[in-house]
């Protein structure tokens, strides 16, 4: 039996206390020793989209979400009873039809509300914000990865709704988006042949890893996902922290992981030099959001260096 482990684990596990993370840590570990062992306290959830997902006790109120199958066993999330079963409630695993890639989907739910008439005076109606992605077809938005039940929400995305809508959607997904709407043009994967195991397409594995022993497991453990930063691949953590002698020009084809290099030399100047001051711009205001929220997940640990690392767009000048 294959066991992994999720960015979403990783995640919830840094939101708990030292003492709760320490039991989580023991549970994982034991889980990953013998997954059939009878002392570990499995229960079956209802009520979820996906039938596959069981809960792990690890303490009166704590509660470790997995994704059970005969070939493998998935560590999800982890949070107290309530929030742990409530995001199982809203996601699944599922395998994207169009790229082959293992997902975990946060379940679309629409909500009507009940009209009420009544008679009100007549306004002249706002101007409507023009949609990003109203004219892309739905098999371009399939093979950048937008799950199948997202699709409508992203062709109403405009300017006010974007940034929150990349935030329920797979990484892949929501760069290609973002790409999208800052006027590039977004690189497309190409499909995994037919059959191959959906945890082996580079975008699954950019967020499950399969965990071989307790040494790896604990190392993941102990630093944890801090989203793609632990993916950058050798050739870009070089440009990150080589020296230069002067200005510096990366380029690269869309999707190749140029504004992920230009986030992490920012922050990596500003954690050598504890007197530097770094500013970094880009051309789109939506753009230098995103780049706000990927700096907090990439300092956490570390606020202080966000006092002295800026961000804006060429807007703000």
């Given amino acids: 039996m294959e066991f992994r482990i999720a960015d979403t684990f990783t995640d919830s596990l840094t939101k708990l206390t030292g003492q709760e993370q320490k039991a989580v840590k023991t549970t994982a570990f034991d889980l990953q020793l013998n997954p059939v062992n009878p002392g570990m306290q499995f229960h079956k959830l209802e009520g979820t989209k996906d039938s596959n997902f069981w809960s792990v006790r690890v303490s009166q109120d704590i509660r470790l979400i997995v994704h059970k199958t005969d070939a493998s066993l998935l560590l999800c999330y982890v949070a107290h009873h309530d929030d742990a079963y409530r995001w199982a409630q809203r996601r699944k695993l599922e395998t994207h039809p169009k790229?082959?890639?293992?997902?975990l989907v946060e379940v679309r739910e629409t909500v009507r509300e009940i009209p009420i008439l009544k008679y009100v005076e007549v306004q002249q109606p706002a101007q409507s914000k023009p949609l990003f992605f109203a004219k892309i077809s739905e098999d371009i938005l399939l093979s950048y990865g937008v799950p199948v039940e997202w699709i409508d929400d992203v062709r109403q995305a405009n300017d006010d709704t974007v940034l929150e809508l990349?935030?329920?959607?797979?990484?892949?997904?929501?760069?290609a988006l973002l790409d999208l709407a800052t006027g590039v043009t977004p690189q497309v994967a190409q499909p995994v042949a037919v059959g191959t195991n959906p945890f082996d397409h580079p975008d699954a594995q950019r967020r499950f890893r399969v965990m071989r022993n307790v040494e790896e497991l604990k190392r993941a453990l102990d630093y944890p996902w801090e989203k793609w930063t632990i993916f950058l691949h050798p050739d870009?953590?070089?440009?990150?922290?080589?020296?230069?002698?002067g200005p510096a020009r990366v380029s690269g084809s869309a999707g190749t992981g140029k504004t992920i290099v230009a986030l992490h030399r920012a922050v990596f100047l500003a954690r050598t030099d504890p007197d530097a001051r770094v500013l970094l711009t880009t051309f789109s205001e939506t753009l230098a959001n995103a780049l706000r929220t990927k700096l907090r997940r990439l300092i956490s640990n570390e606020p202080r260096i966000g006092e002295r690392l800026g961000l804006g767009s060429n807007l703000d000048h």
């Fill in 99 to 103: 790229t082959g890639a293992a997902q």
């Fill in 166 to 175: 990349l935030d329920h959607l797979p990484s892949e997904a929501a760069e």
């Fill in 236 to 245: 870009q953590r070089q440009l990150v922290e080589r020296e230069y002698n």
